[in-house]
Each structure stands twice: as structure tokens, then as C-alpha cells.
């Protein structure tokens, strides 16, 4: 009921503030303050645009002005040569540049951080040059003014107030698009990838095609920009379509307000827009370069002392003196509090034990230069299994859990899962797909999302609406014990409670089979035995466990067979007390004074 | 013909030595603080600023000055690392790309606001002297500068292989965990090494105000030809860092003789690009490439 208030408030908060902006040009005669509304949501609308790709899949461009670019002489060019609407021109433009968008991005996309920033730079100033000396299209440096003809169908108007009413509507529908993209799988998908493109993979996320849908999203809100400038402004030119500080300027509102969130590039235009128009209006030309100069003393302070944003105080000021306008996020249990929650999973049906070969590999083989780190290496898993791997450092384990969790490409030999050769798809994420989980031996936790959003990556796999994958998370949080936390940040938690969050988000992707690397590494005694305890209650709900660890005594209590690695061949496999009793591994791996007991 | 494309080749070759000049402290600062200084080319506009008052106002020649400039571009380099780097230098990618990013609109605006967008350029009476070797004709500031440029590389070669700082800085380049097990002031070494980056871009200002105009955005225009050079030639490497500097001035000096010199940037940022993409590593390697997702 509490909850419900909230939620009125907070839409009659939103209907208020829509309702003022709608009348608002219809009362003010001063064309400067209708122009400076004009300018934030153009703003806005830009920020939310860089957003997509900057912010949620965290590809830091510093190239926009390349769609924007294209956004606006394509409409124009459209429009002065061959009288097409801007209206239809705009849609071109978007394509056009979404088209772009995906040749950039498919080589682009291979290169991370400063490198892919650089390289968007650099690609801005290709196309200022290109605009520049392609003069029989663009009339090079003059520019092209559009001829004042006022119109509906010209995109011109002689009243401020009708821009005014198109940027606004389209500011709203980016808001519409970035707060689909926050709430859904694709947005969850980019997320993950902008926190570790690796452990994203492991959740069955395509990376390459995630960050490419982002790029085209982007370009094409982008390139709308464009055209609603060109036809605002009425006149183009390439070092202004092109201008790097413009490139700057779609990421520092963003990054200002709260990079990768819904509302950040909002708050960061309508801070940083009033600010440069002010200082522009009243210092006119006189101190050129003066806001530029404020920018970037600004973004340094941002980036450095505030790299969630203003959002973020915002945020944690509104939850103290207004609550109910400001939620805290899943403050109340969920509800339905069940007791015994994992025996309730909807989705996980025990699915018996030891009713066939799950998994088969065979003759595995992998090369790294001239030396083999795993030779001919063969074995079976059951259903319902608990297989132990163990074998000295340096023995292949890790890499044979990249090998057959598709990381790596195997130089030999094949892997055959669900009675298909998973080993030549050479593609982590379909492997993940096929019903595959693992964590990381160096554990991967996505550090700047809290530890439901942590496990929300992996269930959405498998879920396809937000609520959906909420519920599963918190299920899965229930059952390994970070419920508690579910609302602290990945990279503030304990070792412990690290491996957990992994474990956890391995397991909402709903895996058939789970591999564990050395999950229980620097644990203590009793956070051991808890891992202990949570494994075998996961594989007494049928699923398979092939698990890597060095502490004996968890990897002999749990495991119903083990095979032992070393230098990359295998040298036994068998039940735990085979295996320790067998002289060839003692030797090469338990020592001589290892007793079972 | 042949006589055109050898003086094309030294008009090339003078020119990649300016280049790698100034890319040799990029190359520097990356591979030893492992940070895009996006900033290095406004600290060059800088240098060249610099090179210009004194020179208009009290009249002391650009290679005097640079025996000013140096020293106090390295002293404002490791201040700028105090203030700027070090609290960003376990910060994710956006804070150390977006900081640096942000200082070096700071200064170009700043520029701007101080000394207004106009060009302005020195005449010395070298300026335009040339070495007419065998009807070649060669620019004598850009062969200093191009002997500058060879004379840095052995210098700080040797430096790196033969002084406890340099090797210090060398272990830290590879290594910082272990460097500082070792005992190796990382900080110090970070300071230091920023400071050496920006004081070569004072040293590279004072060279090139001869032949060069200085504009509040010379440094945009160069560091981004500062980035191409580093990365063709291997991030981190100063060998690298020569050899892109004079790859660059090649393709620069030919194309621009044979399409079109307005094309010049847009050539070699496809260039860039492309070796980004198919060769990240570029020519020479990368320090701490895997470090850095390259490899």
C-alpha cells in the first residue's frame, strides 16, 4: 500500500513537471528563455543519444559528431538539391548513419578504453576533412545556409516555440528508448559487457552484437540530432558539424549527470546547458573560449571525485528527505518470502542422478606456442555428478575449463555436451546457451552494479522481461546467502562473498552443467564449509558440478569421482579413495604424507 | 622524377623526425604511467608559446630558449602528474581518458582566452635556410630537428639502460607490482616520467616555433599526429616512436605531393585506424600490451 503512494507521487510529480513544460512557451514572451529550453532538450537529447553506446555498453566515443554529422548534411543535402522534406530527410540521415555506425563499429569494436576512443577521434576529424574537401557536395568550408522558407513540411518555422515542441518530442521518446533499454535484457546485456567483456561472454551475452546494436541505436538518435540543428540553426558547415568539442560535449553531460543511467544526461544537460548560455549571453564573444574552458575543468573534478555523477548525490539526498519520491531500490522483502526458497524454484526440477553421460571430452588437446598444456586429455561426466579436478598449479586445469567452456580454441580432440560437438562452435556465449555455467578462477564480479543486477545478467539469459529475471535473482541470492546484500555494489564485497556472487550469477544463466574454479580458494574454514554445504544442495537439484580446487579436504568430502591433471595429461581418475590411494598421484601431487581419513 | 621522389624522401624524413619528437614523450608516458596523456599536444602548444613571447618580447633565440623551456615543461609536467594523474591512476578507463581529455581542453581554451586564436609565427634568420646538397634542398630547422630527435632516442636509451632511475623507470614499465616489491618508489618514478614526457614537448615546442605557426589548437592538430605515430609504432616504444615519426612524415611528404595535401590528416588517421585494427600492436610491440586488452 506504502509502495503504491510512492508510485502516485512520483507520477504526479512527472505529470506536474510534463504539464510545465507543455504551457510554458505559451506564457513566456522572452525568446531567450524559450531558446535556452530549446537548447537543453536539444542537449539532452543528444546526451541520451552518446548514452546508449557510451554509457550503458561503457564504449567511451569521442566521435559522435560523426552520425551528427552525417544527421545533417544528408537532410539538408536532401533538401536543398532535391526538395525532400527534412521530416523524411532526418529518417535517411539516421539510416545512413546507422549504416556507418556499423562500419565503424565492426573493426572499432576489437579495441577497448583509450584505444577505442581514439580511434573515434581520430574518425571525427576524417570526416571534418572529408566534409571539408568534398566541396562539389558539401561547398567545403563556406558551409550551406538553408533558404528561409517557413513551413510544416521545411522543418522551419519563424516561432522558437515549435522547435521547441519538436525537441521536447524528442527528447521524450530517447527517454522512452533509454528507459527500455534499462529495464530490458539488452540493456542488462550491455551492462554486463561495459563491466567485463569476459565474464559477459561466460552469461551467454554476444558481445559483438550487443555493442553493434548499441552503436546503431546511438547513431541514429544521433544523426536526428543533427538534422534538428541544421534546421534550427539554418546553416551547416563542417567544423561545426564535425567539432570535437561537440563530440566532448555529447560525452561530458552524461558523464556529468550520471554516466549509463536514464535520468544522468538529463541533469547533466540542464546543469551544464544554462551555464554555457548564460556565460555565452553575458560575456558575448568577449572571453572566447571561456565554457569550454569551465568544461573541462569540470569534467576533470567530475571524473575524479564524482565518476557516478550528480545523479548519485541526487539520489542518496532524496532517499534521506523525500523517500517516497525517491525509492530506495527493493528496500522491502520480496513478496513472497517463502521459507526453504530453493526448493520452491520454479524452474529447477530435480532432475535425477546418474542417468547418463551429460558431457564427453575426448582426446582435448591445446597448444600455447611450443608448449602442450593439456595432451589427449579424456574423460566423461554423469548426470547428477559431482567431478572432481585436481592436479598440481600449472597442470592445464584452468585452461581445460577455457577449452571446454569455449574460451579457448582446442587444438585437438572434441567436446561433446547434450550428444552435440560443442567444441567446434568456438563461441563462449552459445556454449553458455546450450546450458553451461562457470566462474572464474580470478573471480569476475561486475564491480559498479549491485549484486542483484550481478545475478540479473545471468537470469536474463534465460528470462525475458525485467520482472522475471528480478524474481529469479533474487532467488538465487536467497539460496547462496547474499541476500542481505543484494543492493551492495560488486566490488565492495568480501573474497567470500565475491566466489558467492559468481556462483550465483553462473547459476541464474539455469546451467545443466557447473564448472567451478576453485571456488573455495582463500576462504575460511567455516565460509568453506558453507560453499560445501551449497554446492551439494545444488547438485541435489540435478545439476552437474565439474569443479577445480585445491583444498583436499572440500574436493574429496564433495566429489563423487576425481580426475587428476598433471603437466597436462591425465594420470588417474577415480572415486576419492582410489584416487588417494593411488600411488602415481600421491607422488605427483598429495605428497607422500597425505592419509585419507 | 627520381630527383623528386629523393627530395620528397628528405622532405619526409625531416618532417618524421619533427613528429617523433614530439611523440617520444607520449611513447614515454604510456609505457611507464600507462595512461593516454590526450593532453600531451596542448603541453607542446605550450612549449611553442612559450618560444614565441620570449622570443618576441626579449628578443632570445628558440634554441636558447629551449634550454629555459625543457626545465620548466618537465617541472610543470611533474606538477601536472601530482595534481591530475595520480588520483586516477587505479581509475576505470573513463576517469583516466575523460581527465586528461578534460585537461586538454582546459589549456587550449585557456590559450585561447590569454592569446586569442590568431596565428602567430617568428622569423629567425635561419627560418627558412637550406643545405643545398647535390640539388637537394634541406630545411636547416627541421634537420636540427631531426637530429634532435635521433640525439633524444640514443640519450634516452641510454638512460633507460644505464642510470638506477631509468632502469627503475624500465622496471616499472614492465612491471609495477614487482618494481615495487623491489623497492621502486613507483610514485616518484610515475612523477618523474611524466615529467620527462612533458618536458620533451617544451624541448620539441622551442624546435619547431622556427618553421611552425602556434595557434591555441597546434596541439590538437599535433598530438593527434603524436597518437598515429605512437600507435604505428608500438605503444610505449621509443624505437617505435622514430620509426612511425618518419613512416608518418613519409606518407605525409607523398601524399600530399601526389593527392592532395588537404588530405594529409584524413590519410594518415585512416592509416591509424587501420593499424589499430589489424596491428595493435604496431610495429615494434607494445609495453604491457595484455595489460592493456592488445594482444
Known amino acids: 500500500m506504502k509502495k503504491g503512494n510512492g508510485a502516485g507521487l512520483r507520477w504526479g510529480v512527472l505529470l506536474v513537471l510534463a504539464g510545465i513544460l507543455l504551457v510554458y512557451p505559451l506564457v513566456e514572451r522572452n525568446a531567450f528563455y524559450i531558446h535556452l529550453l530549446v537548447m537543453i532538450f536539444f542537449y539532452i537529447f543528444l546526451g541520451l543519444g552518446w548514452n546508449v553506446v557510451g554509457g550503458f555498453a561503457g564504449q567511451l566515443s569521442l566521435g559522435h559528431t560523426v552520425f551528427y554529422g552525417i544527421g545533417a548534411y544528408t537532410s539538408t543535402l536532401l533538401f536543398i538539391n532535391l526538395g525532400v522534406s527534412p521530416w523524411l530527410g532526418m529518417f535517411v540521415g539516421g539510416i545512413l548513419a546507422t549504416l556507418t555506425s556499423v562500419v565503424i563499429g565492426v573493426p572499432c569494436f576489437r579495441l577497448h578504453g583509450p584505444f577505442f576512443a581514439m580511434s573515434t577521434l581520430a574518425l571525427g576529424e576524417v570526416f571534418r576533412i572529408l566534409a571539408t574537401y568534398w566541396r562539389d557536395l558539401t561547398q567545403g568550408a563556406m558551409g550551406i545556409s538553408i533558404p528561409v522558407k517557413f513551413g510544416w513540411r521545411n522543418f522551419i518555422f519563424e516561432e522558437k516555440a515549435v522547435y521547441y515542441y519538436v525537441i521536447l518530442a524528442f527528447t521524450v521518446v530517447a527517454l522512452g528508448v533509454s528507459y527500455w533499454i534499462h529495464r530490458s535484457r539488452f540493456g542488462s546485456n550491455l551492462v554486463a559487457l561495459r563491466e567485463d567483456e569476459e565474464a559477459a561472454e561466460s552469461l551467454g551475452i554476444n558481445v559483438p552484437r550487443n555493442k553493434l546494436w548499441a552503436i546503431m541505436i546511438s547513431a541514429f538518435l544521433t544523426a536526428l540530432g543533427g538534422t534538428f540543428s541544421a534546421q534550427y540553426v539554418l546553416f551547416i558547415d563542417p567544423d561545426a558539424e564535425f567539432s570535437v568539442g561537440l563530440s566532448l560535449l555529447m560525452a561530458i553531460l552524461p558523464i556529468l549527470g550520471g554516466v549509463g543511467t536514464v535520468w544522468g544526461p538529463v541533469i547533466g544537460a540542464a546543469v551544464l546547458v544554462p551555464l554555457q548560455e548564460g556565460l555565452r549571453a553575458w560575456l558575448g564573444s568577449s572571453l572566447h573560449g571561456l565554457h569550454l574552458f569551465i568544461y573541462g575543468g569540470l569534467l576533470i573534478l567530475v571524473v575524479t571525485f564524482l565518476p557516478r555523477g550528480i545523479l548519485e548525490w541526487i539520489q542518496a539526498w532524496g532517499r534521506k528527505a523525500i523517500p517516497s519520491l525517491f525509492p530506495t531500490p527493493l528496500l522491502e522483502k520480496p513478496a513472497v518470502p517463502r521459507s526453504n526458497h530453493f526448493m520452491a524454484w520454479s524452474w529447477l526440477t530435480p532432475k535425477g542422478t546418474g542417468d547418463g553421460t551429460l558431457m564427453e571430452v575426448k582426446d582435448l588437446h591445446k597448444n600455447f606456442g611450443g608448449l602442450a598444456a593439456i595432451r589427449q586429455v579424456s574423460f566423461q561426466i554423469q548426470r547428477g555428478e559431482i567431478l572432481g579436478l585436481i592436479g598440481p598449479n600449472g597442470a592445464g586445469k584452468t585452461t581445460l575449463f577455457n577449452v571446454i567452456s569455449g574460451f579457448y580454441r582446442p587444438d585437438g580432440g572434441k567436446v561433446i555436451y547434450h550428444g552435440e560437438m560443442i567444441s567446434s562452435l568456438h563461441s563462449a556465449y552459445l556454449i553458455c546457451r546450450r546450458g553451461m555455467g562457470r566462474t572464474f578462477q580470478l573471480v569476475k564480479p561486475f564491480p559498479s552494479i549491485s549484486v542483484l543486477e550481478n545475478v540479473m545478467t545471468g537470469a536474463f539469459l534465460r528470462a525475458k522481461a525485467h520482472a522475471a529475471a528480478q524474481e529469479d535473482g533474487l532467488e538465487i541470492l536467497e539460496l547462496v546467502g547474499l541476500y542481505g546484500i543484494r543492493n551492495t555494489l560488486g566490488k565492495s564485497l568480501t573474497i567470500s562473498d565475491r566466489k558467492r556472487l559468481e556462483l550465483a550469477r553462473a547459476l541464474a544463466t539455469r546451467p545443466d552443467l557447473l564448472l567451478l574454479d576453485e571456488i573455495m580458494a582463500g576462504l575460511n574454514p567455516k565460509e568453506t564449509a558453507e560453499a560445501i554445504n551449497l554446492i551439494r544442495k545444488i547438485r541435489d537439484h540435478g545439476i552437474t558440478i565439474l569443479i577445480i580446487e585445491h583444498v583436499m579436504q572440500a574436493v574429496m568430502s564433495l566429489s563423487d569421482r576425481i580426475v587428476i591433471l598433471h603437466h597436462g595429461e591425465k594420470i588417474g581418475e577415480g572415486t576419492p579413495r582410489e584416487v588417494a590411494a593411488d600411488e602415481k598421484v600421491i607422488k605427483a601431487y598429495l605428497g607422500e604424507e597425505y592419509v585419507l581419513t | 622524377m627520381l630527383e623528386t621522389i629523393l627530395q620528397l624522401a628528405i622532405n619526409g624524413l625531416t618532417l618524421g623526425g619533427i613528429y617523433a619528437l614530439i611523440a617520444i614523450g607520449l611513447t614515454l608516458i604510456f609505457g611507464v604511467v600507462r595512461i593516454i596523456n590526450f593532453a600531451q599536444g596542448e603541453f607542446l602548444m605550450i612549449g611553442m608559446f612559450a618560444t614565441f613571447w620570449i622570443f618576441s618580447l626579449l628578443k632570445i633565440d628558440p634554441y636558447i630558449a629551449l634550454f629555459i623551456f625543457t626545465p620548466l615543461l618537465f617541472l610543470l609536467g611533474m606538477g601536472t602528474e601530482r595534481l591530475i594523474i595520480k588520483p586516477i591512476l587505479n581509475a576505470p578507463p573513463i576517469a583516466q581518458i575523460f581527465s586528461t581529455f578534460g585537461l586538454s581542453i582546459v589549456l587550449q581554451n585557456g590559450a585561447l582566452m590569454f592569446w586569442k586564436s590568431d596565428y602567430r609565427s617568428l622569423e629567425t634568420a635561419y627560418s627558412n635556410a637550406v643545405i643545398n646538397w647535390a640539388g637537394l634542398m634541406i630545411n636547416v ?91 604505428l609504432g608500438g605503444l610505449g616504444n621509443m624505437i617505435g616512436a622514430f620509426l612511425g615519426g618518419l613512416i608518418i612524415g613519409l606518407v605525409e611528404s607523398f601524399s600530399g605531393f601526389y593527392i592532395s595535401p588537404e588530405l594529409n590528416t584524413a590519410i594518415y588517421f585512416l592509416i591509424f585506424v587501420l593499424v589499430l585494427i589489424i596491428r595493435p600492436s604496431g610495429l615494434m610491440g607494445i609495453v604491457g600490451a595484455e595489460e592493456m586488452g592488445l594482444k
Open chain 2, 141 to 231: 630547422p627541421r634537420l636540427v630537428a631531426f637530429l634532435v630527435a635521433v640525439g633524444i632516442v640514443i640519450l634516452l636509451y641510454l638512460f633507460l639502460q644505464k642510470t638506477y632511475l631509468g632502469k627503475a623507470m624500465n622496471a616499472v614499465a614492465q612491471d609495477r607490482d614487482a618494481a615495487q616489491l623491489m623497492g621502486v618508489d613507483i610514485n616518484k618514478i610515475y612523477m618523474v616520467a611524466f615529467g620527462v614526457g612533458i618536458g620533451l614537448e617544451g624541448l620539441a615546442g622551442a624546435l619547431i616555433m622556427p618553421i611552425y605557426a602556434t595557434y591555441p589548437t597546434v596541439g590538437f592538430t599535433f598530438g593527434l599526429i603524436a597518437f598515429v605515430v605512437v600507435v
